[in-house]
């Protein structure tokens, strides 16, 4: 997944918010109704390799998105690869377990031949124009055109082997993924490949009708909306607005598409001026995909202010306390984007601990709107509730990381935004409980109404 990692709201809310007349559509809130319910109030997403993430722990999150990784193990293994049904699956049992809105994954920049709908097109040659190639002229390539357990399956398209499965091999026994004997990606190898979207209509119309409103997407009741990865990004563009556009500066790893080895430019031969049109033409596909999800009651992570390409990264509460206030100062105020944008917040971990849960749960119920969302705080929002966490990059726990106790409590509903009473102190009344957050001494305390506990911190008289 491509990404960028925002310090503060203000860098995400403005200094991402592109300004160019072609791009993609405004950030806009869920098409759905508005709500203050706390589980429906949490979001994850979910990559779990080993196999299906769990869907009762899945429908206790307003949002749960399977990322492409969910339960590789299956469908690497699988002849030919079945990622899009898997994901499908997945979403399904999600569903039928009582969730709320499910999201799976999609990408528009890579063309990645374990989903059905890609590989279909990408082995018919009526459809060459869709996807882009070698150039010939610039061999040897740095990433091999040819599959690792067979050097006679070859393709003339460009596509590299990063987060690529593949059969074991002696030089690389654990690939990202693995198949047995031979990986199935259909008459090509297995590869991250790439569209043209130079093609223009033709390409753009498929992607809207198939990849994305088909029926293993959002055609489908079983799922709301998706995350779109990755993005093309121009040095041209860059240097015309100064870096003040979204994706700037190109540095994922260089300009073109992102998360792809960083000599795709002369593998393919592409000019500076190439890839200004592909990314011109990524950027008109990119709206009209957005504007069919929306209009088809969908959502995509895409639309969160400060989310957009292919971004998951929460807002995070500092101990700092020139930083709280300014936050919550920023926060509490009526026409501010945090009342009434969708926003995302995260609470503070490290590995499987939560570091200051009564602090950032007190900053959610101070500083949210009505489509506010928060989850596990890191890239991507991952809550470890597997036994594998997603990647890896926690240590495995038998149930996962159960979700705090603190979740089960009705705070009501807002009946004021929050205001600060005294220096760096912020309250804000709930029809159930009272918030507030000392910035000063970094106090919570949350005191619920019907019976005057004091779920933690010190209590206000």
Same mark, same amino acid.
């Given at each position: ?20 007349? +072609? ?48 339960? %590789? ?13 898997? =994901? ?23 063309? =990645? ?58 030089? %690389? ?35 809207? %009708? ?92 895409? =639309? ?33 984007? +945090? ?108 005191? =619920? ?13």
């Amino acid at each position: 997944m491509a990404f960028k990692r925002p310090s503060s709201l203000l860098h995400v809310l403005f200094l991402y918010t592109p300004w160019y007349s +072609w791009a993609v559509i405004p950030s806009q809130n869920p098409p759905w109704p508005p709500t203050y319910d706390m589980h429906e109030s949490l979001i994850t997403m979910q990559c779990n390799s080993s196999g299906f993430s769990s869907p009762h722990r899945g429908s206790q999150f307003g949002i749960v998105s399977y990322d492409w990784s969910n339960a %590789k193990s299956q469908w690497a293994a699988t002849t030919p690869m079945n990622c899009e049904e898997i =994901l499908l699956q997945q979403a399904q049992s999600t569903k039928q377990a009582g969730g709320k809105h499910v999201f799976v994954y999609r990408n528009i920049v890579k063309a =990645l031949p374990w989903f059905r709908s890609v590989r279909e097109k990408l082995d018919d040659p009526a459809f060459d124009g869709f996807f882009l190639k070698f150039d010939q002229s610039q061999r040897p390539f740095h990433v091999p055109d040819c599959a690792p357990e067979k050097h006679t399956h070859c393709s003339e398209f460009y596509h590299d082997q990063e987060q690529t499965p593949e059969v074991p091999t002696p030089s %690389k026994p654990h690939p990202d993924g693995y198949c047995i004997d031979r990986c199935d990606c259909g008459i090509h190898p297995c590869g991250e490949y790439l569209f043209d979207h130079r093609n223009g209509t033709m390409l753009r119309e498929w992607i809207v %009708k198939e990849v994305i409103l088909g029926e293993a997407a959002v055609g489908n009741p079983s799922i709301d909306g998706l995350f779109l990865d990755d993005y093309w990004c121009s040095n041209v563009i860059c240097d015309q607005s100064n870096n003040k556009i979204a994706g700037c500066p190109c540095d994922d790893p260089v300009q073109g598409p992102t998360e792809i080895d960083s000599h795709s430019q002369n593998d393919m031969g592409l000019t500076d001026q190439d890839i200004y049109d592909i990314t011109v033409g990524w950027n008109q596909t990119m709206s009209a995909v957005q504007q069919a999800i929306l209009e088809r009651d969908a959502y995509t992570w895409s =639309l969160i202010p400060g989310q957009e390409n292919a971004n998951a990264m929460p807002l995070l509460l500092s101990s700092d306390t020139t930083q709280c206030i300014s936050e919550l100062r920023d926060a509490c105020t009526a026409d501010s984007i +945090w009342q009434y944008s969708a926003v995302l917040f995260g609470f503070t971990v490290n590995g499987t601990a939560l570091l200051q849960l009564q602090q950032d749960l007190s900053f959610f119920l101070l500083a949210r709107g009505p489509y506010a969302y928060a989850g596990w705080g890191v890239w991507g929002m991952t809550w470890p509730f597997n036994p594998e966490p997603g990647h890896g990059q926690l240590p495995p726990m038998p149930n996962g990381v159960p979700l705090p106790s603190e979740f089960d409590n009705d705070y009501g509903v807002p009946e004021d935004i929050c205001f600060e009473y005294s220096p760096g102190i912020f309250h804000r009344e709930w029809t159930h409980a009272s918030i507030e957050l000392d910035c000063n001494k970094f106090t919570p305390t949350i005191k =619920l109404k019907e019976s005057f506990q004091i779920v933690e911190g010190t209590s206000q008289t």
